[in-house]
Nanobody, 121 residues
Framework: VQLQASGGGLVQAGGSLRLSCAASGSILSINDMGWYRQAPGKQRESVAALGGGGSTYYADSVKGRFTISRDNSKNTVYLQMNSLKPEDTAVYYC????????????????WGQGTLVTVSS
């Protein structure tokens, strides 16, 4: 299973970006998909997550500004980021959790390669 993230870039404060992450491979189902970020010198943190049943999680720092969505038919998760702030600058990683694949009875977690978001003041 591979996760390919895209959509990062440089944006001014107050601007918007949309991240995408597509999972590919012999996927039968994915339970949760989410976004994490890691700023320089800081630990990776959870930003937003979307469960297979539709439940959502947002970090307090992004509530009201970021929206997570997914297209199950494409095994793709999106993160719409509005009203961006310089403190949102980080490498953003997508993750697929609880992934069942053909030929395996176990669910695994997979990570994308990361996409850099830089917000200038």
């Amino acid at each position: 299973v591979q996760l390919q993230a895209s959509g990062g870039g440089l944006v001014q404060a107050g601007g918007s970006l949309r991240l995408s992450c597509a999972a590919s491979g012999s996927i039968l189902s994915i339970n949760d998909m989410g976004w994490y970020r890691q700023a320089p010198g800081k630990q990776r943190e959870s930003v937003a997550a979307l469960g297979g049943g539709g439940s959502t999680y947002y970090a307090d720092s992004v509530k009201g500004r970021f929206t997570i969505s997914r297209d199950n038919s494409k095994n793709t998760v999106y993160l719409q980021m509005n009203s961006l702030k310089p403190e949102d600058t980080a490498v953003y990683y997508c993750a697929a959790l609880g992934v069942f694949t053909k030929g395996s009875p176990n669910a695994n977690t997979y990570w994308g390669q990361g996409t850099l978001v830089t917000v200038s003041s």
